[in-house]
């Protein structure tokens, strides 16, 4: 099979792109470089069965033709990352949803799979754990910008579902809970990469609020190994599925493990929302996945753990 991956040279489509390669697949890459590097995919480059092609997918001519060379779309290409959103609202809504509009218009007229990477940031502040997929979405108000990335996603989904519904395309839409990894960077507030970079460097740990807030980290490979089975299981076809992991931990206690695997001295400390994003932020205080969907579909078991992704985070960033 061959693949089309928008967003290939980001952290999760970079990976994506290895296992896919691994496996004997064609990957074409399409990445326009807003938040992907071509570092993440410089060593894939001349490999047999892998192109890659750095434009947007707002480039449709290019991406009508790739997708019909293609079997499968990954579309990743999004704008992620809280710091990222809270600062370039305009930037997120136009990409998440403009992105996924051409993605499903050009991939319809073919009739290709397509895969739809959402957020468990959809649930927004639901307290109602773990999330189902059939859960309520409990968004905030228009206000505040970190909820426009959560609508732009729920936009993404429901046009994905309404594709599959009028047109029959068929469209797999993956909820991923906080992916970490190798190359993921912190450039745009993701708090694993950034806490080991500060303990690496001696800097504070800036843990965000009180620390209670929790979350459960997925390893990249453990999402990357669900979308390779999910695009081969047929009754994943119009189906919203969570892929996460449900080890769950604080982020204060994320903080002390992090410095102490990293064999750092860095100081703890504690930054208001309204002072680490915007006034009035919202967070959520536990974010955690039902699973039973995806281990139903496809014999979803996590790898790792998040001792295992730490320490290969920390040595990543060694
Ligand atoms: N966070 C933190 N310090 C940081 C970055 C993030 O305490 O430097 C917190 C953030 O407020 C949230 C959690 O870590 O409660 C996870 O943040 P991330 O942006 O990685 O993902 P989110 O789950 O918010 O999408």
């Known amino acids: 099979m061959r693949a089309l991956i ?65 079997d499968v779309v990954f579309h990743l290409a ?47 502040k639901s307290d109602d754990v773990p999330f189902r997929e059939d859960s309520d979405l409990v968004l905030g108000a228009s206000t505040k910008h970190r909820w426009a990335y959560a609508c732009s996603k729920a936009i993404d989904e429901f046009l994905a579902l309404a594709y599959w519904k009028e047109r029959k395309l068929p469209v797999i839409i993956v909820r991923f809970f906080n992916t970490v990894g190798p190359r993921q960077t912190g450039r745009y507030g993701m708090v694993i990469p950034t806490f080991v970079r500060q303990a690496l460097a001696g800097e504070p740990i800036t843990v965000f609020g009180d ?26 076809i119009g189906q919203v599925i969570n892929i996460g992991n449900t080890e769950e931990v604080a982020i204060q206690a994320l903080a002390e493990r992090v410095r102490a695997l990293a064999g750092s001295q860095s100081l703890i400390t504690y930054t208001p929302y309204d002072d680490a994003y915007e006034s009035g932020f919202e967070d959520m205080p536990r974010r955690l996945p039902d699973l039973s969907k995806v281990t139903a579909l496809i014999g979803y078991k996590t790898q790792h753990n998040l001792d295992d992704i730490l320490v290969q985070v920390i040595d990543y960033f060694r």
């Open 211 to 236: 620390g209670t807030q929790s979350r459960a980290f997925t390893h990249v490979a453990d999402v990357v190994g669900a979308l390779l089975a999910l695009v081969g299981e047929p009754k994943a």
């Open 6 to 70: 928008t967003g290939g040279a980001g952290f999760i489509g970079s990976h994506l792109s290895e296992a896919l390669l691994a496996h004997g697949h064609g990957v074409l890459i399409l990445d326009n470089l807003s938040t992907g590097s071509i570092d993440n995919i410089a060593h894939l480059k001349g490999r047999s069965g892998f192109e890659y092609f750095i434009d947007s997918v707002n480039n449709e001519p290019l991406l009508a033709e790739l997708i019909d060379r293609s």
């Open 78 to 124: 999004a704008a992620v990352g809280v710091k990222l959103i809270v600062e370039q609202p305009v930037h997120t809504i136009e990409t998440n949803v403009h992105g996924t509009e051409v993605v499903l218009k050009h991939a319809s007229k073919k009739k290709k799979l397509v895969v739809i990477a959402s957020t468990s940031e959809v649930y927004g």
